[in-house]
């Protein structure tokens, strides 16, 4: 049950656009297309944005995209706003558990 | 709405044991697959265990088998977590998060957490 690999921080200024990578192993990400990020703002319960590595629940901005290719799934976040400024974990399923990434922080300069 | 709520966190010396609780509405709980995690202070989120929506399948992190119990009663629209042997290193935010519809792993709907602190 080892956690996904992300970048600690990625920062972007408004307006711009900022990938976030999450690298797996052989039996998460390269196994199952059951790929999630969610985002959290300081104080807050999570808050689903992708999953299925690229489905979009229902009021999510479109300006948030996700992909995988092989053992690394991918965040995509266009057009910068302000208060996409928050935590972004990427989770994947195993099998039988959920594993997920440590986290990264988006700054929004 | 579809909402979780969770209790019964609270402050409990090493060794000790407590039961959270999650109290599911807006939705028909016995149809889904629902998980805990858990935040220990500023770090990342851990999964800690899942149970199917019959009850019929549970999976528990190894961090935590053999101390923590997940368990639901569909009548009641409740999610439990019973946790015995409780360590410094449990002390975390707990939230219970229930998955999709389709799929597995992806939590699409978070209870607010509640706060659970292990200390003598």
């Known amino acids: 049950q080892s956690a996904l690999t992300q970048p600690a921080s990625v920062s972007g200024s408004p307006g711009q656009s900022i990938t976030i990578s999450c690298t797996g192993s052989?039996?998460?990400?390269?196994?199952?297309?059951?790929v999630s990020w969610l985002q959290q703002h300081p104080g807050k319960a999570p808050k689903l944005m992708i999953y299925?590595?690229?489905k979009r629940p229902s009021g999510v901005s479109n300006r948030f995209s996700g992909s995988k290719s092989g053992n690394t799934a991918s965040l995509t976040i266009s057009g910068l706003q302000a208060e996409d400024e928050a935590d972004y974990y990427c989770?994947?399923?195993?099998?039988?558990?959920?594993?997920f990434g440590g986290g990264t922080k988006l700054t929004v300069v | 709405q579809e909402q979780l709520v969770e209790s019964g966190g609270g402050l409990v010396k090493p060794g000790g044991s407590l039961r959270l609780s999650c109290a599911a509405s807006?939705?028909?709980?016995?149809?889904?697959?629902m998980s805990w995690i858990r935040q220990a202070p500023g770090k990342g989120l851990e999964w800690l265990s899942y149970?199917?929506?019959?009850?019929?399948?549970?999976s528990n992190a190894d961090s935590v088998k053999g101390r923590f119990t997940i368990s639901r009663d569909n009548a009641k629209n409740t999610l439990y977590l019973q946790m015995n042997s409780l360590r410094a290193e449990d002390t975390a935010v707990y939230y219970c998060?229930?998955?999709?519809?389709w799929g597995r792993g992806a939590f699409h709907i978070w209870g607010q957490g509640t706060m659970v602190t292990v200390s003598s």
């Open positions: 989770t994947s399923y195993t099998g039988t558990s959920t594993v």
């Open positions: 052989s039996s998460d990400l390269s196994v199952y297309n059951f």
């Open positions: 299925d590595v690229s």
């Open positions: 807006g939705f028909t709980f016995s149809e889904y697959y």
């Open positions: 149970i199917s929506s019959s009850g019929g399948t549970i």
């Open positions: 998060a229930r998955e999709g519809t």
